[in-house]
């Protein structure tokens, strides 16, 4: 069986992020179940603001469709969401609108989504870890975009301490259920490949 192929990326492109570094434990981790992954930064993908008027006059940004083509050469995708007021950011909003925008002849509608499975996580200051805003995410990404999304999310609370200092998780229990999440995406992502 060939190996799934599976991208990663996280919904904040700040300097020093959190779910940057969660999305890179979870890249590590993918690898050693033996996914080829393919770890990306949404500041590689730039996107004016979701405009109608503007995808009228302009057509879909090229960035979208290139993030398209890249997820539609997917199997799966892990995607480290922070937590913005109880729900997630509109840097990742905005890039899944766009994307929701390109049609490709002979694909069903939202090829980039109904294709593929996605599992989730976050990382926040709070005990929570973002599980509120993965909720909201979860919802529309099933109920938006048709995506079929794993039902165990990866909630990395008290991020002060969430990392060691070689950029691994410190708690052994959140490692073990991220591992688990990362074992249940190669899987499921591997019925696809």
């Known amino acids: 069986m060939a190996a799934p192929k599976i991208v990663v990326l996280a919904g904040s492109i700040r300097t020093g992020s959190l779910n940057e570094k969660l999305a ?55 995607v480290a969401s922070p937590e913005y007021n109880a729900s997630f950011p509109p840097l990742l909003k905005n890039a899944f609108d766009w994307m929701s925008r390109v049609s490709i ?9 109904k294709t593929k499975v996605f599992a989730l996580g976050s990382v926040t200051n709070g005990a929570m870890g973002g599980y509120r805003g ?19 999310m990866v909630s990395v609370g008290n991020a002060a301490e969430a990392f060691t200092d070689d950029g691994r998780l410190s708690n052994p229990r959140t490692a073990d259920f991220m591992t688990s999440v990362v ?11």
């Open 24 to 78: 890179t434990v979870v890249a590590r981790a993918l690898q050693d179940a033996g996914a080829e992954t393919t770890h990306i930064s949404l500041k590689d993908y730039p996107l004016p603001l979701y405009d109608g008027d503007l995808q009228a006059r302009e057509g879909v940004p090229e960035a979208a469709r290139a993030l398209v083509d890249l997820f539609l050469a997917q199997h799966g995708a892990f």
């Open 105 to 113: 002849e002979g694909k069903p509608p939202l090829p980039a989504f």
């Open 134 to 152: 993965l909720t909201q995410l979860r919802a529309m990404m099933e109920l938006g975009l048709g995506a079929l999304v794993l039902p165990e």
């Open 183 to 193: 074992a249940q995406l190669v899987t499921e992502a591997g019925r696809l490949a």
